[in-house]
C-alpha cells in the first residue's frame, strides 16, 4: 500500500508561482515512478508530468512545458512540482500519483497509475 499526502496549494495571482510537494509513505519511494495530474470543474483529469525513478527522465504537457518543472528527493520520499507563470486555466485540483508496476518509460494516462493522493487546491486569479 501506498499513501501520498499533497500539499503547497494556495491562491495565487497570474504569473505568480506555487511549490507543490507530494510525500509518500512506504520503504521503496525510490522504485515507483511519479506522476503529477490536474482537473479542473467540470472537466476530465489530465496529465501534467512524470519523472522517472532516480529522476533523470521527465516529461510534460503540452500546456505546462517551459513553465512546471517536475523532480523528486528519494531520500526524503517527495516529489515536487515547481510552477511558474502560473495562468487561470491552470487553476485545478492537482494530485500526485504513483506506477509501481511500469518496467520502462513514463506513463501519461490515468490507467497507468495505481496509488493517488487526495489531491491541493491551485487557483490562479486574474
Known amino acids: 500500500q501506498v499513501q501520498l499526502v499533497e500539499s503547497g496549494g494556495g491562491l495565487v495571482q497570474a504569473g505568480g508561482s506555487l511549490r507543490l510537494s507530494c510525500a509518500a509513505s512506504?520503504?521503496?519511494?525510490?522504485?515507483?515512478?511519479m506522476g503529477w495530474f490536474r482537473q479542473a470543474p467540470a472537466k476530465e483529469r489530465e496529465y501534467v508530468a512524470a519523472?522517472?525513478?532516480?529522476?533523470?527522465?521527465?516529461h510534460y504537457a503540452d500546456s505546462v512545458k517551459g513553465r512546471f518543472t517536475i523532480s523528486r528527493d528519494n531520500a526524503k520520499n517527495t516529489v515536487f512540482l515547481q510552477m511558474n507563470g502560473l495562468q487561470p486555466e491552470d487553476t485545478a485540483v492537482y494530485y500526485c500519483?504513483?506506477?509501481?508496476?511500469?518496467?520502462?518509460?513514463?506513463?501519461?494516462?490515468?490507467?497507468?497509475?495505481?496509488?493517488w493522493g487526495q489531491g491541493t487546491q491551485v487557483t490562479v486569479s486574474s
Open positions: 519523472i522517472s525513478r532516480n529522476g533523470g527522465s521527465t
Open positions: 500519483a504513483a506506477d509501481v508496476f511500469r518496467f520502462a518509460g513514463l506513463g501519461t494516462r490515468r490507467s497507468d497509475y495505481e496509488y
Open positions: 512506504g520503504r521503496t519511494f525510490s522504485s515507483y515512478l
